[in-house]
């Protein structure tokens, strides 16, 4: 069952079952800009966006493997505001399509849909190469994929001082089945791949991991260098 309450903690709405916008298992809640309201339902194969009274704006997905449609979806994630107006870096909101071994692309509003990370062009099969995955369960976009982003000479009122250009947000993936995180970054660059298995709960293994189902990005502040330090946080199924 799915419930939204108020701040004032009264009920706004509620909804189990499986008619349209009634929800059978909830896998994964977020909430994005505007208090619009995302829940995978992984019995259903779909996504509900509901708005911030509760109210059912729209229903996205169905069982399957095409584009549009998912096999037990779980994490949803929704990208941070552009920096800029171009579309190339509008909000993206990311389904973990678990059973379709792959990763979808959304607008932010999941209003159409834009791409995919899928490790097999025309097949959908599990894979455990660099790009494939195998019943990936989270999903979350970074800030700042590796250091900072790039310096460059800037001219501000008639003077050049140097600026920092944000990297594009890269995809952070929990690669559940290949026991692994794997980072797929921007312009087509090769992804990134940590972890193996043979880890789990109480193992003193470090880069080891049992199944991780959840992850989550953090740009904080490290007190020991005091710079600037993004981390990456998992989670591990029991």
């Not at 929704?78 to 990311?94: D, G, N, R, V």
């Not at 982003?149 to 920092?164: L, R």
């Not at 992804?191 to 992850?215: N, R, Y």
């Amino acid at each position: 069952r799915g419930s939204v309450y108020a701040k004032t903690g009264e009920k706004l709405s509620s909804s189990a079952g499986s008619p349209f916008g009634q929800i059978s298992s909830i896998a994964c809640v977020m909430s994005k800009g505007g208090g619009q309201i995302m829940v995978s339902d992984e019995i259903q194969h779909c996504v509900f966006v509901y708005g911030p009274d509760g109210t059912l704006q729209s229903k996205v997905g169905s069982k399957g493997s095409n584009d549009t449609q998912f096999l037990f979806p779980k994490s949803v994630s929704l990208s941070s505001p552009p920096s800029s107006s171009s579309a190339a870096t509008s909000p993206l909101t990311a389904i973990a399509d678990t059973n379709n071994h792959r990763i979808l692309l959304f607008s932010a509003d999941m209003s159409y849909y834009v791409g995919k990370y899928q490790g097999h062009k025309y097949d959908i099969k599990p894979g455990n190469q660099p790009g494939e995955f195998r019943t990936p369960a989270g999903v979350c976009f970074t800030a700042i994929p590796t250091g900072g982003g790039v310096k460059k000479s800037v001219v501000v009122e008639g003077g050049v001082e140097d600026a920092v250009t944000p990297h594009e947000p890269s995809i952070v993936v929990a690669d559940t089945g290949n026991n692994r995180i794997q980072v797929l970054q921007p312009h087509d660059d090769p992804p990134l791949a940590f972890g193996k298995g043979g880890g789990g709960l109480g193992t003193k293994k470090v880069g080891f991991f049992k199944e991780p189902i959840s992850v989550a990005f953090h740009d904080g502040w490290s007190e020991r260098d005091k710079v600037k330090s993004p981390r990456c946080r998992e989670m591990r199924s029991s």
